[in-house]
């Protein structure tokens, strides 16, 4: 395997973001919410660029986006550019979470799973 | 409420605590209301790590146009928020966002919070109108919520009074709480799931599973 062509060393500054993302500005997929969990399918590879590999590391156990982008400083959008990346090569995979549709309830078995957790605490 | 994580809430590398290899399911609920209510602080109250800061971009095109701040100048702007997390079982976990309640953010938490099983209103009872445009939304988007007011030494109101204050309506609970106390902060979310339970059976028809188009998908394995 070849060391991609162009890659970036993330710097400080305004630039850093459009960096990190190659220039992109927007995810490709509509494939993350803030609570999907990720979890890497491989260890990060040598010449890989340095949040993807940061990414696989965080995520040996599953991770929400928002900790990925907290433990990463960056912005989620961003992240999930970067995610984006790693899902489309396999390298990481998305556990999604059950969505509320929007108007809609929760249905009641979901509830009782929150309620007996938080009675738990 | 600045946005470059320099009070240190964001946790150093090695210090976070991991989910479980089993988890997979993940629900939100979002704590929402006016600057200094004490969203942080409920969420870091139940939360099982430190709350994190984490920030989205918002960019020209996502800021409401009734908006004349120092934000609609710039082409995008980073807008701030906290989370936490309760580990529930095995496979799933909550996750609390606090979120300032403010117009100029809403388009973002549109996005952010699609999908949430409920919002709780934290109220400061000295700033009632902070809440009013959160809680307009919230009803808009018929995303269900409880309103909890806050604990800033003795209220200068009854909770009718809140209530009358705030236009609730009938069915929507009101709570009292201490948001720097654990045990306070659990039974506003226990509040909020049984709000949440309450409106789930009214809306159910008759027990038919066969009748919910949604029903095998949740009972998938
Ligand atoms: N007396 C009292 N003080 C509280 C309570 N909850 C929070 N505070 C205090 O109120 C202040 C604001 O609390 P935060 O949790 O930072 O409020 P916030 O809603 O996150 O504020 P912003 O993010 O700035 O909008 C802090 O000094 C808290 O210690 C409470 O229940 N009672
Ligand atoms: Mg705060």
Redesign the interface.
């Known amino acids: 395997m070849s060391r991609p062509p162009r890659q970036h060393r993330a710097e400080e500054g305004p630039d850093r973001?459009y960096t990190v993302t190659r220039g992109r500005s927007r995810a490709a997929t509509d494939a993350f919410?803030?609570?999907?969990?990720i979890v890497a399918e491989q260890a990060p590879v040598p010449g890989m660029q340095s949040e993807h590999a940061q990414i696989l590391r965080l995520c040996?156990?599953?991770?929400?986006v928002?900790?990925v982008?907290?433990?990463l400083?960056l912005?989620?959008?961003?992240v999930k550019i970067l995610l984006g990346d790693l899902l489309e090569a396999g390298q990481i995979t998305a556990?999604h979470?059950?969505?509320?549709?929007?108007?809609a309830?929760?249905?009641?078995?979901?509830?009782?799973?929150?309620?007996?957790?938080?009675?738990r605490? | 409420m600045d946005s470059n994580?320099s009070d240190g809430s964001?946790?150093a590398?090695g210090g976070?605590t991991?989910?479980?290899?089993t988890?997979?399911?993940?629900?939100?609920i979002v704590v929402v209301g006016g600057f200094g209510a004490g969203k942080t602080t409920m969420v870091g109250s139940?939360s099982e790590i430190r709350p994190?800061?984490?920030?989205?971009?918002m960019t020209r095109a996502g800021v409401g146009i009734d908006d004349r701040s120092a934000v609609a100048q710039k082409r995008s702007t980073?807008v701030a928020f906290d989370?936490g997390?309760?580990?529930?079982?095995e496979e799933?976990?909550?996750?609390l966002?606090g979120a300032p309640g403010q117009q100029r953010f809403w388009f973002l938490w549109d996005r952010?919070f699609?999908?949430?099983?409920?919002a709780v209103v934290l109220v400061d009872p000295r700033r009632l109108a902070d809440s009013w445009y959160a809680i307009d939304r919230l009803e808009q988007?018929?995303l269900?919520f409880v309103v909890a007011r806050n604990n800033f030494g003795d209220p200068a109101h009854t909770l009718d009074q809140v209530r009358e204050a705030l236009d609730l309506a009938p069915g929507v609970p009101l709570l009292d709480c201490d948001a720097r106390d654990?045990e306070s902060s659990?039974q506003v979310?226990?509040g909020l799931?049984?709000h949440?339970?309450e409106?789930?059976?009214a809306?159910?028809p008759a027990v038919d599973p066969a009748a919910d188009p949604?029903a095998d998908l949740?009972n998938a394995p």
Do not use: M, N
């Open positions: 973001l919410d803030v609570v999907t969990l040996e156990s599953p991770t929400a928002v900790e982008a907290a433990e400083r912005p989620i959008s961003v556990r979470p059950r969505f509320v549709p929007q108007a309830l929760p249905d009641l078995d979901t509830l009782k799973q929150v309620l007996h957790g938080l009675e605490l | 994580g964001v946790a590398a976070r991991a989910l479980r290899s988890a997979d399911r993940a629900w939100k139940v994190l800061t984490t920030e989205e971009v980073t989370f997390r309760i580990t529930l079982s799933s976990v909550l996750y966002f952010l699609r999908g949430a099983l409920g988007h018929g269900p654990r659990k979310l226990i799931v049984r949440l339970t409106l789930a059976v809306a159910a949604t949740e």
